[in-house]
Structures are given as structure tokens and as C-alpha cells.
């Protein structure tokens, strides 16, 4: 007998180590071990990946693109043509049992999915008046209007939703007759050894006795690294020994950052591109403190759950992104400003009990609530057993 099968959209390039495309690659692994089929309809960009019971699907790339910038942009909306396109063709040609869009590819089964919408699992990585704000075109009255409208249909036709902890009760309040949930990304602490932490510690030269603060992901606008940067200053007053680790960037924004920083703390921070994500443990490994510094967004960063199995204190700005999840002791909050980020950090520094018990807290917070059989769970409310 035949696995059912669901298709998946999702508008970006995988597989590539960033937010959304690790999002879509657990949930295909979860259906797949609970007994689904799976047609992932994506981009032609990205790495190949095997997945058994997975048949990646990719678009033309007409134009030869080798990127995709994250966020808004016309390459996007070129692709995203293509893409509807192409799951127009595959809706009408095959029975899915569930269709998993993610972003705005959702609009692609509302199109052509008119009587089985209950069918249609809208996977909400952000929400699109917010995440389109940011340009100034998207600012206006009129576009920020029709943005929220086109939300609502979205939320208010589909038959299940998952979305960030932020974005839980933004979803409940547009559409309460709506299922939804939030995603429990499981987490797991990877083993490092003492070499390599030394390897990472002679290469950033970052001498035994220093106060590493490392931070990791992209550096798009939202994660507030301009704060981080005006933070310094302070940050080495009240602690001599900080170094401030930031890792993730692309060649362009790891200049532009370099540049942002006063010749007398250049001492005081790496900035890196992005590495590895093998290697990334061993970012944690070295870190005194992991920094997760978003401006604005209800969108929980996907790195939080890695810092969580990472065991190490954790300094948070005080947005809907981070509240849910890091609030109630697991993480020092600070409001988005260099001033607050400063006592934050300091408090970690001079308080090691408290840290510890920080540490603590978090750690039993991972072992109850993110492991993959949570997960499993999690994906189970939307698919039928």
C-alpha cells in the first residue's frame, strides 16, 4: 500500500543553513517517519539533500540565479511566478492528502485549492505586514492595509496553521475559528572536544581569561547587530576582558560591519561570515555568553533553540520573538539598546550563581518540551494518524 503523500512549497532555496530552509527540512524528516510522502516544490537554488520518501521538486532557473537574499526581493517574486506555476500543475494533477505551504507559497492552494481548503497547512515563518514594513513602499497606509487583508484570508481559509510563539496569539485574535499552534523545534547538545575549542580560541586569538560573547546567525537588519556594536563601548567598561563573536554574516555585511567599529575596540570583536554548521557547536563551546540580539519580530530566531541545548547562559533582547521561550528565567532580557544590552551582559559576568541557575532552568525547559518526540507530536496535530 502507498504512503499518502503531501506536497510542500517552500519559497526558498534548500537546502541552505539559515532559518526557514532548517525549518522545512525537519518537517519533511518528521512526515516521513510518520509515514507521509513527500513532494517538496522549492527553488532551484540550494544544496541537494536525500531524504528517503522525499522527492524534491525544483523549478527552472531561467535566469541563472545563485543567491537568494533573505527577505523581500524581486529575485523572490520572479521565483515565486514559477513556483505557483508549477504547484498549480501538480495540485491538479495528484490527490494530496495535506498541502504544507510555507510564507507566502500559501496563497498558491488558496488559488487552486478551492473546495478543500481545510487541506492547506499554512506554515507562518513571519508575518507578512510586519515582515515587508521594514521597506519603505510597505510602510504606507494603503500597502500595510491590504498586506493585513491578505494575512487574514490566509489565516482565515486554511485548515491548520503553525507559526512562531510570537505570532500565537496574533494568529488566535485574526482567526480564532482557526487551529493553530506553535513550533517546538527540538534541540540537542553537540559533543566538543577540548581540541577544537582551543583550535577556535588561537584563531580568534582570544586569550584564556577573556569574556567571549558570541553571537550566531545572519546579519539582516532585524537581528539588531547595530545595537550590539554601540553596545560595546560599555560593554568593555564595565568587563575589560569581553570579546564580542559575531558569526554569520555574507562577505559584504561582515565589511560593512567591521567598518561600524571604533579603532580603539577592534580588540573587542570578530566579526566572521558563515560557517559550517558542524562547526557552530564549537562557537558555543567557547562562548562565556550567546547573545541573541533581534530588534523587532514576533518570529522566534531558530538559533534560540540550539542555545538552549547549548548550556550556556544566554542574553536576550526583550522582544515577542524571545519572550515565550526565554522569558521565566531561562535568559536575561534587555530592551533593544546598547545601554540595557551592557547591564545584561554584566549581570551574567558578575553573577555566576545566578548564571548557573539560568543555565539550569533553561536546561530542563529543552529536556522537557524540545525533544523530537515532542516535535513529532507537534507535526501530528496537523496530519492524520
Known amino acids: 500500500m502507498n504512503n499518502p503523500t503531501v506536497l510542500l512549497i517552500g519559497p526558498q532555496p534548500f537546502y541552505e543553513e539559515r532559518g526557514t530552509p532548517i525549518s522545512l527540512r525537519l518537517v519533511v524528516t518528521g512526515l516521513t ?9 522549492t527553488f532551484p537554488i540550494g544544496q541537494n539533500v536525500t531524504i528517503v520518501g522525499v522527492n524534491t521538486i525544483r523549478i527552472k532557473n531561467l535566469l541563472g540565479f545563485t543567491s ?44 487552486f485549492l478551492r473546495h478543500a481548503r481545510n487541506r492547506i497547512v499554512y506554515d507562518m515563518a513571519s508575518s507578512l505586514p510586519e515582515q515587508l514594513e521594514t521597506l519603505p513602499v510597505f510602510r504606507l497606509g494603503l500597502t500595510q492595509k491590504f498586506l493585513t487583508r491578505l494575512e487574514r484570508y490566509a489565516l482565515q481559509n486554511v485548515g ?3 507559526c512562531s510563539w510570537g505570532l500565537l496569539d496574533h494568529v488566535r485574535k485574526i482567526a480564532p475559528d482557526t487551529r493553530a499552534s506553535a513550533w517546538v523545534f527540538p534541540s540537542h547538545r553537540a559533543s566538543v572536544v577540548d581540541e577544537a575549542i582551543q583550535n577556535l580560541r588561537d584563531e580568534l586569538r582570544i586569550i584564556d581569561d577573556a569574556f567571549p560573547i558570541v553571537y550566531t546567525g545572519s546579519f539582516a537588519s532585524y537581528q539588531g547587530l547595530d545595537v550590539v556594536v554601540e553596545s560595546i563601548p560599555e560593554i568593555v567598561a564595565r568587563i575589560p576582558s569581553a570579546v564580542v563573536i559575531l558569526v554569520g554574516g555574507n562577505n559584504d555585511e561582515v565589511t560593512k560591519l567591521k567598518r561600524a ?31 541573541s540580539s533581534r530588534s523587532h519580530g514576533k518570529n522566534v ?8 541545548a547549548a548550556e550556556r547562559p544566554i542574553v536576550a533582547s526583550d ?38 541557575q539560568m543555565v539550569e532552568t533553561a536546561t530542563k525547559y529543552r529536556s522537557e518540551h524540545l525533544s523530537w518526540e515532542s516535535y513529532l507530536e507537534a507535526l501530528k ?5
Not at 98 to 103: C, D, G, I, Y
Not at 284 to 291: E, I, P
Request: net charge positive; hydrophobic share 50%.
Open 33 to 41: 517517519e510518520l509515514g507521509y510522502d513527500v513532494d517538496f516544490l
Open 68 to 111: 537568494i537574499p533573505i527577505g523581500f526581493s524581486f529575485r523572490k517574486i520572479f521565483l515565486d511566478l514559477f513556483l505557483f506555476s508549477k504547484a498549480r500543475k501538480l495540485l491538479k494533477s495528484k490527490n494530496y492528502v495535506r498541502v504544507h505551504a510555507s510564507e507566502e507559497a500559501v496563497f498558491a492552494p488558496l488559488m
Open 160 to 162: 491548520y496553521v503553525f
Open 261 to 291: 567599529i571604533a579603532p580603539e575596540h577592534q580588540d573587542n570583536i570578530r566579526v566572521l561570515p558563515k560557517q559550517s554548521r558542524d562547526r557552530i557547536p564549537v562557537f558555543f563551546a567557547l562562548a562565556a555568553v550567546l547573545l
Open 301 to 308: 530566531p531558530l538559533k534560540v533553540f540550539e542555545y538552549l
Open 319 to 356: 522582544v515577542p520573538a524571545h519572550r515565550d521561550i526565554l522569558g521565566t528565567g531561562r535568559a536575561a532580557l534587555y530592551e533593544p539598546n546598547p545601554a540595557s544590552l551592557a547591564r545584561a551582559v554584566h549581570l551574567v559576568y558578575s553573577n555566576p550563581d545566578n548564571s548557573a
Open 381 to 385: 496535530l496537523a496530519y492524520p494518524q
